[in-house]
Structures are given as C-alpha cells and as structure tokens.
C-alpha cells in the first residue's frame, strides 16, 4: 500500500508541474495603474506602449489624467500603482512616497500666431500674469492692442507650479486669469483668442505662437542643451521604492536605448 501511495502521489505532482509548464495555460500579466499629470500623459503613453513591443506584452498598463496632485494623492493612497507629477515634491505632500524622474520638459509662453512676440524677459512675464499690465499696447513687440487675457492651469496642476516657481516667484498669477485644466485647452484657447496669452508644454505647440524667454526660443534643441532657462522634471511617483512590474518599467524608461529614443522626440531624456 504505501507504494501505492507513493506511486499515486508522484503522479499528482508530475501533473501539476507539467500543467504550470503548459505553453497554453496564460499566465496573469501584472497591471500598472496610473494617474495624474496631462503633462506627463503623453510621454507615459508612448513608454508604454514602447515597453509592451520590448517585452512581448508582458505587463497591462491602465492611465488616466487629471493634474498632478490628484496623481500623487492616488498613489499615496494606494489607489493606483503610479502617479505622474509635473511638478517637484512640496513639503506638504504625503510621507513614504517616492519622486522618481523620468525625463525634462520645457514650459513655453504662447501666445495666438496673429501676435507673434519675438521675446520676453522675466520682468515682462511676471508683469503680464500678475495682471499688472493689462493691456497689449504696453507689452514691447505686441502687434495687439486691448486687454490681455490671461490664461493659466488649475491649482491642482503641476504645470501652474513648475510656472509660478520658475517664472513668477516672487509674483503670484493674476487671480483674473482663466484658469483650464490641460495643456490641450490651453492650447485650443491661444488658437482661437487673438488676444489670449498663456504656457504650454513643449510638446503641444500646434497654431500657436511660441515666444523665445529671456533671448532663448523654447525649443527641444535649446531643452536639451540646458541653454533654455524654463525647464522642469518629469516624474513617476511610487510609494515607496518603486517594486516589481513597476521598478522593471522605470529602469527600462531610464537605461534602454528604445526608451531614451521615445523620450527624446518632444521631451528631455533621462540622464
């Protein structure tokens, strides 16, 4: 009897290896859950899709926008794997996560192609989305005339932070500004408004006019080389260190060739 035992026992584990070796059997691919950024939207979904090619689909990826603080209370609170901020850390976000860069971007003053302004200095744009100058006819180089409108990101964004702490500090953005809640809308409020003002990321410049700062054009050349003095950080935020599916995707954005190359076609790759 105890042979039989045995014999039967061996079986029944043989058969189980050999079912978890089956080529057939699928096997559950992890899912990275991500949230925030608009900014950073773009880039995630072009790294990702990069990674599924490299990797043979080895991992599902689910993004969803909304602004970069409502990305890392997401992760904070564990409600997704990963968030993207377009902004640095503040002292007042939540303990235990982690700030993980990815890449560089340039945020650009634009304004509509019918006033292309050549140039403006720091003073010139603190002066303009404070709302002290409210009128075209007093910005050098305008070919407007009639009140400034002003058009800026939502609190939650981390555009409108990277903006107020590169550009503005110590100056606050004028309060009268329309404020929206992507980079596309502002891009669609520049196309259409003649006299509209505002900041975009590099990678959204489409019929609008973009204006060089402080004598450098906001361009990717100028990025890249650091000439260009309003870039930003591009992060992935984990909580904690980042682990398993994800650490593997962020070493990949980080270190592969493919990955540097996605990165590099509207965006700073990581250095």
């Not at 790294?47 to 909304?66: D, E, M, R």
């Not at 932070?161 to 502002?186: C, H, R, V």
Request: proline share 6%; aromatic share 6%.
């Amino acid at each position: 009897m105890k042979n039989s035992k045995g014999s039967v026992l061996g079986l029944f584990l043989i058969a189980c290896l050999a079912l978890v070796a089956l080529p057939g059997v699928a096997q559950a691919k992890p899912t990275i859950t991500i949230s925030g950024s608009t900014t950073v939207a773009p880039l995630a979904t072009q790294l990702a899709k990069g990674y599924i090619k490299s990797c043979k689909s080895c991992v599902k990826f689910k993004i969803l926008q909304g602004g970069s603080d409502i990305g890392v209370a997401d992760v904070a609170r564990g409600r997704v794997t990963l968030g993207m901020s377009s902004r640095i850390p503040k002292p007042s976000d939540p303990g235990g996560i982690v700030f993980n860069e990815i890449a560089k971007d340039a945020l650009c003053i634009a304004t509509h192609p019918s006033n292309p302004i050549a140039n403006m200095t720091q003073e010139q744009v603190q002066n303009v989305f404070s709302g002290d100058v409210r009128n075209w006819n007093l910005v050098p180089g305008s070919s407007k005339s009639g009140t400034i409108n002003v058009v800026v990101r939502t609190a939650a964004s981390g555009t409108q932070d990277a903006f107020d702490k590169i550009f503005m500090a110590p100056k606050k953005t004028f309060s009268g500004a329309t404020a929206k809640a992507s980079n596309g809308l502002i891009e669609q409020q520049l196309e259409r408004d003649p006299l509209a003002i505002g900041y975009l990321s590099l990678a959204f410049q489409k019929g609008v006019h973009i204006v060089s700062y402080k004598g450098v054009p906001c361009n990717l050349r100028a990025a890249k080389s650091g000439q260009y003095p309003g870039t930003r950080p591009l992060f992935l935020v984990s909580r904690g260190a980042p682990t398993g599916a994800a650490a593997k995707w962020i070493r990949w954005i980080r270190n592969n060739p493919r990955a540097l190359q996605i990165a590099a076609t509207s965006w700073v790759p990581f250095k």
